[in-house]
């Protein structure tokens, strides 16, 4: 269950952000999650509940946005959603393409008190 060892990560970066701020509750937290993290937000939700309590972070509200997958052609340079991992371009067929979403896990805005 890697969402445990996740929580456990955006706990520390949002106790760290919240201690440079002078901050003594967070309050909200959002997060982007890209589809190739594989996370279950439920799962996440759950982790992050039992991590946070008793921490600055405790009644933090967790809002997460999940970032498509999304690829970028190198021979026609268009840019498409890529569906049941077929990593092939659309438009020219092309293989050699890289992908420009979909890995994201950061901390996108924090709001404390
Ligand atoms: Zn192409």
Redesign the pocket.
Same mark, same amino acid.
């Given at each position: 269950m890697h969402e445990m060892a996740i929580a456990q990560g955006i706990l520390e970066i949002v106790a760290d952000a919240a201690a440079n701020n002078g901050a003594g509750k967070v309050s909200r937290i959002k997060l982007q999650i890209g589809q190739l993290t594989a996370i279950e937000p439920d799962a996440l939700r759950f982790c992050f509940a039992a991590m946070a309590a008793g921490t600055m972070a405790e009644r933090a509200e967790l809002e997460i946005e999940i970032m498509p997958l999304i690829c970028r =052609?190198q @021979? =026609?340079s268009?840019s498409f959603a890529v569906e049941a991992f077929r990593l092939v =371009?659309p @438009? =020219?067929?092309?293989h050699r393409t890289e992908i420009t979403s979909g890995r994201e896990l950061r901390v996108e805005h924090l709001e404390v008190e």
């Open positions: =052609c @021979d =026609c268009r =371009c @438009d =020219c067929g092309s």
